[in-house]
């Protein structure tokens, strides 16, 4: 079955301190991996996105994302953490030839000063 | 350019009322998804528009829930008869079918819902 994992539902990180969120999936196809952020209030916003080639990505607001296609991952990095990157989190998992993606059930970032 | 718009943006309502969520896509996009976003939940996929193809509408959860998408443009999703367990945020996203940015969903600010 097609799936999104998210283990961690909360993290709590120090402003300043480096940031890993975890993703597995399970897809029967070579996936496209997203990962996007919703502040309260908000709709989700594209952070970046693996299609092929590299498989360490570069997003905005300095993130980045490594595709482990032996792990089924796609986690996502950042070396040093802002309060404004409080919010939730979710990846997502598509494929060519599909409309259909399927998304994690989130992570929510907490930053403390 | 604007982006997804989506109107209201907080709707309650009594039980058994019929609500309309209306989706403002991206001038251009051609495909469309709506999204229920329970509270501690991921997205829940609801239907998707491309074009003037017959819609997938295989994540409608129950008959109470339609939806249509007129002129290719702006779309919206109905509720008839709305129980409290339809309380969430419904979220719509466009996405252009060519480009740079085919493969990525783009988002409105969505609608809270509140039944109650």
């Known amino acids: 079955a097609q799936s999104v994992t998210q283990p961690d539902i909360h993290i709590t990180v120090s402003e300043g301190a480096s940031l890993e969120l975890r993703c597995n999936y399970s897809?029967?196809?070579?996936?496209?991996l997203f990962w996007y952020v919703q502040s309260p209030g908000q709709g989700l916003q594209l952070l970046l996105k693996y299609f092929s080639g590299d498989t360490l990505v570069q997003g905005i607001k300095g993130f980045e994302a490594e595709f482990k296609r032996s792990q089924s991952s796609f986690n996502l990095r950042k070396p040093s953490v802002h309060w404004s990157d409080a919010a939730e989190y979710f990846c997502a998992v598509g494929a060519i030839g599909t409309y259909k993606y399927i998304f994690g059930t989130g992570t929510r970032l907490k930053v403390l000063a | 350019g604007a982006g997804v718009s989506q109107s209201p943006s907080n709707k309650v309502t009594e039980k058994g009322k019929d609500v309309e969520l209306r989706c403002d896509p991206i001038s251009g996009h051609t495909a469309l998804y709506w999204y229920r976003q329970s509270l501690g939940q991921g997205l829940e996929f609801l239907i998707y528009?491309?074009?003037?193809?017959?819609?997938?509408k295989s994540g409608l959860p129950s008959d109470r829930f339609s939806a249509e998408r007129t002129g290719g443009s702006v779309s919206t999703l109905t509720i008839q008869r709305t129980q409290q367990e339809d309380s969430a945020v419904y979220l719509c996203?466009?996405?252009?079918?060519?480009?740079?940015?085919?493969?990525?969903?783009?988002f409105g600010p969505g609608t809270r819902l509140t039944v109650l």
């Open positions: 996203a466009s996405r252009p079918l060519q480009g740079s940015s085919y493969n990525e969903q783009f």
């Open positions: 897809y029967g196809a070579t996936p496209y």
């Open positions: 528009f491309q074009g003037n193809s017959a819609p997938d």
